[in-house]
């Protein structure tokens, strides 16, 4: 078994700080609906709000039509049981509910409210969501001690018409089922014939044991052992949900049990099992081992004695990670989208069977990236899909949907499950896979990437997720002292091993100066305001150092104005022969992704210029794997109105039409025309309007205002602007970019320097 690298751990104040700049926690709440007029208003409140009321009242089941029932979620704990720390309370555990609301979000676009219940009463906690049922579409328990969770989960059950679903339960029995399924299959084994143990009785592994049992595992092949020995009938101070597990059997102890066992399944305490265990299981034993967060043996201690054996853990350093993320957003996604009364039996085998599929086909790049850079192949050490699998937002949500339906549980029908499945894809955030594409291909070929101001909290925090995140070598520019003052303050050892350069290495400023004086000689520079550039200006050093090959790429930017930092690059820098330089934004918002062009470096262009940005972006945007579609904006609308500030926007679409190049392109016309299909049948004569996916921006002063409102006001991700046409792969990150916006530009001049020639 190959044991991936762990994951260093953030530090107590980078998390607390995460959760505390900006606004306060990790969720905010919005409205779906315009409120910027007094109609609006009235149809929002009253008295517009009386004519819904009136149908629901009618029919309950219009709710899930008039109202955001049909995608709300309840995350509800009472803090009695949160994950590795113990009964803390209800309140203490609203950081993991939230996190587990932001889950549900970024995952299956599901929207989701925390709840806290400040009681330890079942009877309390069961009225308390049994009356506020109603606003949800979905009930997530989470966190909430055995007993107790059975006790809550089956009474709501009995008296809410909606889905609940203990993730704690179920989502673990559900990815723990879809890995047994795998398992058996690599093993060829049948599940109707293996011997199954089961050490844990609590609410997890109660739940796997039933989920077994649906799938097709024999009820007299199946024991569970708690931290007494083995549940047996007979056995005294069993309580009622365990005696449910009770076989006939002479075996008592865990090591009895073991003894030619096929299954071995952990959710109890570390270093539990042995080696001698292990030896005595069957041939070609599974082993989940998924004891939070060191395992009941480790895996490395299980290949010492079964080289046959296939293994998952609940850790993600170690393959085959059991995690419930592939799980519970996906299967509630499902129930909603048919407004389903509960979650059933038929609905989780479904589910698992799912996951246990897409775990057997080819991965795409998104699943490589999630690999650092490795392709995982369906076998011994990939049974379960990463986290990171696109497709599970079609293929899960799809087969819930489908058994609800099949099996009575669904209240609305799904004609077109195809369409379905495309309608799930365009849920997931682009962001996510464009990035991810980037990232699958930087990892093969892993660049030594400068962050120029070192010093910078957010460039520092960039630089260390990146090193992390194998992306490559992260170099950072700064004073040694104040770089190890700054991983002290950010909560890190100041002797964090990263690479430090400055110009106190002689050896390395005498080789920049000469590289740079060659190239400014003629500029009217002298050698020593050479020496003085290269010793004063992280720019100057950061792009010499790539020239003279002692670095791949590099960003730049965030503690000055955007424009600053480009003069500086292009005092140092030239552009690439037969290119402009110039900014261009992607744009990712409701399921596409756009490139706006030009963003923050020419104030007025020419229409030569105008044509030059457009076949520069079309050559970008078809690296990032896009059809080029090209909308030339303005004003106005193919000469309505006319102005004489559109007359160049109209020449460069007559240079394009004379130059017959080789995508497609129109304008001038306004922005919703480009990007709305509704325009289409107004203006059927051209195949850019509601298609476009580059916009070429008139000046320099419209594209500025309209990303940095988008930024600020849209609710989309912007990545960039990426700095387009100059000699060498560098990014610069605006003015207070943050840590992530970093990472992002620091991967994209990675991957420029891979698949950009900069010599021609």
Known sequence: MTKKSKIDHYSDKEALDFHLKGKSGKIEINSSKPLTTKRDLSLAYSPGVAAPVKEISKNPDLAYDYTSKGNLVAVISNGSAILGLGNLGSLASKPVMEGKSVLFKRFADIDSIDIEINSSDTNSIIETIKNIGDTFGGINLEDIAAPDCFIIEQKLKEVLSIPVFHDDQHGTAIITTAALINALDISNKKIENVKVVINGAGASAQACTNLFKSSGVKNENIIMCDSKGVIFKGRDNIDQFKSAFAINTNLRTLKEAMK???????????????????????????????????????????????????IATGRSDYPNQVNNLIGFPYILRGALDVTAKTINEEMKVAAAKAIALLARENVPDEVV?????????????????????????????????????????????????????????????????????????????PKRVIFAEGEDENMLKAAIEFGKNKLGIPILIGAEKRIKEQLKKIGLDENYKIQIVNSTDKEKRDKYVKYLYKKLQRDGQLERDVDRLVRNDRIAWGSSMIACKDADAMVTGNIRHYAASIEKLKKVVDPRPGEEIFGMTMIVSKGKTILVADTNVKDFPSPERLVNVSKS??????????????????????????????????????????????????????????????????YPFSKIVGNANILIMPALHSAAISTKLMKVFGGGKLIGPLLIGLGLPIEVAPLRSSTSDILHLASIAAYSSDIIDYST
């Not at 096929?262 to 265990?277: C, H, P, R, Y």
């Not at 034993?285 to 060191?294: E, L, S, T, Y």
């Not at 972006?617 to 090209?630: I, M, Q, T, Y």
């Not at 007359?647 to 080789?662: G, S």
């Open 260 to 310: 030619n066992a096929d299954v071995f399944l952990g959710l109890s305490a570390k270093d539990v099992v042995t080696k001698d265990m292990i030896k005595s299981m069957a041939s070609n034993p599974i082993i989940f081992a998924c004891a939070n967060p060191d395992p009941e043996i480790k895996p490395e201690v299980i290949m010492e004695v079964r080289s046959d054996a296939i």
């Open 369 to 445: 990236s999630a690999y650092g850079g490795d392709r995982p192949k369906y076998g011994k050490e990939y049974i379960i899909p990463s986290t990171f699998d696109p497709r599970l937002i079609s293929v899960i949500p799809s087969a819930v949907a489908d058994a609800a339906m099949k099996s009575g549980a669904a209240r609305i029908k799904i004609t077109d499950l195809e369409e379905y499945k495309e309608q799930l894809t365009n849920r997931l955030d682009p962001s996510m896979s464009v990035m991810q594409g980037i990232n699958a291909k930087v990892r093969k070929n």
């Open 617 to 682: 972006c079309v050559r970008v945007a078809r690296l990032f794997g896009f059809d080029p579609k090209v909308a030339f904006l303005s004003h106005s609308t193919f000469g309505k109105p006319i102005s004489k500030n559109t007359k160049h926007v109209r020449d460069a679409i007559e240079i394009l039409k004379n130059a017959k190049v080789d995508f497609d392109f129109d304008g001038e016309m306004q922005p919703d025309v480009a990007l709305n299909p509704i325009y289409q049948e107004v």
